[in-house]
């Protein structure tokens, strides 16, 4: 990656702004005199080699690829001119057509990261507009691999599915993480002990995943023929909706990701 490349991050104050603004920077991207970010409210004290700016038009034109990281609500409000430029949205729901028109460009990419690029560790789904060409793709593929790992996929509409399954991912295992820890204070154990203990679950589960060639599934079948204490968790989880509950919460991801795309 050429190290003359130009990006600007609107919304680079947030904290996914941010997340691939030190990914980049670690990965040697961008130099940091060759990153603008913008702010709305207090300057940032992070990335002081940068360059800080309210105004997203000035970002826009010192930049080569303009990141849009800022709330779907926020983004009508946002009138800059790419002039062609290419176009990165991590914004929920917004339509590559939709990006494309308000910003004046041809070459757009809709991706999803989440918050785990904060430690390099997202998935990051994305599609591009017919214009994107294939320097254009490298430079999204550069960006994403150094927040994690990226996938180009077929439709925006695998894009609004994988805003539920891993845009908002990292909330469903706090999620789990937080109802493991309240269950276990409830039986007795002390704060800092339940939270060592689920953590260390959660984190080891996901390096065993990654490790393994079996699917998650294989997994669980493997607990429930051992017909232990496991197997009688698991029996109970699944008795009480687990499943259910899953596929009722990703299903609501996915519509709510698709009638924000109508709004826009």
């Not at 920077?25 to 300057?43: F, H, N």
């Not at 789904?125 to 996938?151: H, K, L, N, T, Y």
């Not at 894009?159 to 845009?167: E, F, V």
Request: aromatic fraction near 6%.
């Amino acid at each position: 990656m050429s190290g003359s490349l130009r990006i600007g991050i609107i919304g680079g104050a947030g904290w996914l702004g941010s997340a691939i603004a030190a990914s980049v920077l670690k990965a040697g991207i961008v130099s940091p005199a060759d990153l603008s970010l913008s702010y709305r409210r207090g300057k940032p004290a992070r990335f002081p080699g940068s360059f800080w700016t309210v105004d997203n038009q000035e970002l826009a034109d010192r930049s080569d690829v303009i990141i849009l990281s800022v709330r779907p609500e926020d983004w009508p409000a946002i009138s800059v001119d790419a002039g062609g430029k290419l176009v990165i949205s991590v914004m929920a729901g917004i339509r590559i057509a939709a990006i494309c028109t308000h910003h004046r460009t041809e070459r757009a990419v809709r991706t999803l990261p989440n918050a785990a690029a904060e430690v390099s560790k997202s998935y990051t789904p994305w599609i591009a507009s017919s214009a994107v060409d294939e320097d254009d793709r490298a430079i999204v593929r550069a960006i994403f691999d150094a927040c994690g790992v990226q996938d180009e996929v077929a439709s925006e509409r695998d894009i609004d599915y994988l805003t539920g399954l891993t845009g908002s991912g990292p909330a469903f295992p706090a999620l789990l993480a937080a109802a493991m820890m309240d269950d276990a204070v409830g039986h007795g154990l002390a704060a800092d002990v339940a939270r060592r203990a689920v953590l260390t679950l959660l984190t080891g589960t996901g390096c065993l995943l990654e490790q393994r060639e079996d699917c998650p599934n294989d997994i669980v079948r493997t607990f429930l023929d051992y017909r232990g204490t496991t197997a009688a968790a698991i029996e109970e989880m699944r008795a009480a909706g687990f499943n259910t509950a899953v596929s009722k919460g990703l299903t609501a991801a996915f519509i709510k990701s698709v009638s924000m795309g109508d709004a826009s």
